[in-house]
């Protein structure tokens, strides 16, 4: 078990900007939160970093060793993750184990590429949320956006909840805006190579109560300047890559968030070494 503190930070990654508010949650003491599993994987490690900057994290290999915990650990966790490399690395008596020692902690399954089959089956493990390593900055950031804020946000539901009933509670709450931590008047840009996903991506932006910008074509201009640019990439190519260190040299305070199909660790880093603020996956 090793332990990670928090590091006070100003602003969160751009794609917790994106799903919540700008302004990093901050509470007293830090939020407490298990992960279970590797910590080295490329892509995994990615979220887990995230996390250690946002709340206080304690690390185990076996949810055995998280049960073990319990008799050690007087404060209860407020999310525990488990890092989940491929398809079927949990079981539900893995789940079980965790639930009885900290029953009202909500679990969640951290994912890595190679789960990717089941993005639309559904959540693999009942009562488990399913989260891909690129969502982890934006979903768990909204989730303690909301407590900051005193709202019990998605995972403050019952555990037996869908994924689709967990949005409507939260969107019930009416007093949590997307986008609240922007500036009003930041300008957006949206850019795709076919005109049906630029107007899905469009009418994504208007969801939000904001405006944007379309560009349909393989880049973004480069002389204009925009806050926030949303290039749907489908599948990211070095001609790409050439583009956006033009494009994060002519627009440094740029927030580029590129849209791929299949987001991979090695990928990632690439164009974040380019100057992309994050990869996402396509809507």
Known sequence: ??????????NMPVNAILSAGAETPRCEP??????????????????????????TILTFKTPEDVYEARLSHDRMPTLCLLACEHAGMWLEKDVALIVSSWPLTPVVS???????????????????????WYDVAGRVGEWLEQLNHNQP?????ATTSRREERLLSSLSLGRYKLFHGLPRVSSIAVV???????????????????????????????????????WDLEDIRATDLAWLELLSANMPHALIVLLESFPRGHSSERTRRAGAAAVLSRP
Request: net charge negative.
């Open 1 to 10: 078990m090793v332990t990670h503190q928090t590091t006070p930070v100003e």
């Open 30 to 55: 830090p939020l407490l939160a298990f992960w279970v599993g590797t910590t080295d994987h490329p892509e995994l490690s990615i979220a887990l970093d995230w996390l250690k900057a946002h709340v």
């Open 110 to 132: 951290v994912l890595g590429s190679l789960a990717d089959g089941k993005r639309r089956s559904g959540p693999m493990l009942g009562g488990v949320d399913d989260l891909f």
């Open 153 to 157: 946000g998605v995972y403050g539901i």
């Open 192 to 230: 795709a190579r076919r005109s049906i996903d630029l107007d899905g991506l469009i009418d994504l932006v208007k969801a939000t109560g904001r405006e944007a910008v379309s560009f349909l074509g393989d880049h973004p201009p480069l002389d204009e300047s925009f806050d926030i640019i949303l």
